[in-house]
């Protein structure tokens, strides 16, 4: 059993950066795939980044690419935010996947807690 814990989120203008991150307890990272998913109000769960294992291979939503940058290292999975727009303002969810490419939530097993980003305007 792996839990995942993020943090980093917070309050931030338009324009500005956060890093989110991931920590898990239970089991090492180092054997998943993760990600990163949102769920804004009155919506549905999206996909926002994974990185594969090996640390090297990454995949963006449109959203997000040239914005968002996700990357790990044996303990922890991170997501660093630029040029943050009212629109990414969600809840952020790290979670743990066995296959790749995994860009569907169902894709993946373990999930936090979540970590609110708001982005003022």
């Known amino acids: 059993q792996v839990q995942l814990v993020e943090s980093g989120g917070g309050l931030v203008q338009a324009g500005g950066s956060l890093r989110l991150s991931c920590a898990a307890s239970?089991?090492?990272?180092?054997?998943?795939?993760m990600g990163w998913f949102r769920q804004a109000p009155g919506k549905e769960r999206e996909f926002v980044a994974a990185?594969?294992?090996?640390?090297?291979s990454t995949y963006y939503a449109d959203s997000v690419k040239g914005r968002f940058t996700i990357s790990r290292d044996n303990a922890r999975v991170y997501l660093q935010m630029s040029s943050l727009k009212a629109e990414d303002t969600a809840v952020y969810y790290c979670?743990?996947?066995?296959?790749?490419?995994?860009?569907?939530?169902?894709?993946?097993?373990?999930w936090g807690q979540g970590t609110q980003v708001t982005v003022s305007s």
């Open positions: 979670a743990g996947a066995v296959g790749w490419i995994a860009a569907q939530a169902d894709d993946y097993v373990y």
């Open positions: 239970g089991r090492t990272l180092r054997t998943y795939n």
């Open positions: 990185i594969h294992r090996d640390g090297i």
